[in-house]
């Protein structure tokens, strides 16, 4: 019940591209979602998230999209840049303060100049 | 306003010794979560604690393992004992009352030889 499931585990992509990775949820507690990105010997840092009462989130180049009744969330990444290689994370949490995050088993991208 | 301080950013212990990690939070932020990050592997929850109190320590090991997060100082995450399996990132999370937002510190790597 409190698994966050992600995939692909890393995906290469060309600059200019469009880089997508996918979780999914099971606990229907959580209600608030969002993507963290790390680069190596770096702590995760917030890069968007996402409420369920919206469908999609837009902030610059990434944009979230949330499929309530599928459970599952995505990470968008429009026009890749070599600078987006990182490790993303996703993660669930109920939300309210305090509450733990959980956190997808996180996705290695690569994009290639 | 100084991110999340952890420190030492590298810590090597021979098995039997016991680890210090300390945390500084961002100013402002009561709230202070663990997480660990085994290689290749996403985070793990470990404890959430405010300033005295130990909230949630749902996630820590049963034994070796402690917290604190006294009135003054940095929150400390102690363990007793290592063996070859607690080498990992630790990493410190902080967060202001309220809000669910989560800023990391760069982690501490602990190796136990």
């Known amino acids: 019940q409190q698994q966050v499931k992600q995939s692909p585990q890393s995906l290469i992509v060309q600059k200019g591209g469009i880089s997508i990775i996918n979780c999914a949820y099971e606990?229907?507690?959580?209600?608030?979602f969002p993507w963290y990105q790390q680069f190596p010997g770096k702590g995760p840092a917030l890069l968007i998230a996402i409420r369920p009462d919206v469908s999609e989130k837009k902030e610059g180049r990434f944009t979230i999209s949330f499929n309530k009744s599928a459970k599952q969330f995505s990470l968008h990444i429009m026009d890749s840049q070599p600078g987006d290689s990182a490790t993303y994370f996703c993660?669930?949490?109920?939300?309210?303060?305090?509450?733990?995050?959980?956190f997808g088993e996180g996705t290695q991208l690569t994009v290639n100049p | 306003n100084a991110g999340v301080m952890q420190n030492p950013r590298h810590l090597v212990r021979r098995r039997g010794q016991e680890a210090r990690l300390r945390c500084s939070p961002m100013?402002?932020?009561?709230?202070v979560y663990w997480y660990r990050q085994l290689p290749e592997e996403g985070l793990k929850f470990m404890v959430y604690l405010q300033k005295e109190n130990i909230i949630d320590e749902s996630g820590m090991p049963k034994e070796r393992f402690s917290a604190e997060f006294p009135k003054e100082g940095p929150s400390i995450l102690r363990i007793q004992q290592v063996v070859r399996g607690d080498s990992a990132a630790y990493f410190c999370?902080?967060?202001?009352?309220?809000?669910?937002?989560?800023?990391f510190g760069s982690g501490t790597q602990l190796s136990v030889l």
């Open positions: 606990n229907t507690a959580f209600d608030y």
């Open positions: 999370a902080s967060s202001p009352p309220n809000q669910e937002k989560l800023f």
């Open positions: 100013k402002g932020h009561s709230h």
């Open positions: 993660a669930a949490s109920k939300g309210a303060s305090g509450s733990r995050l959980t």
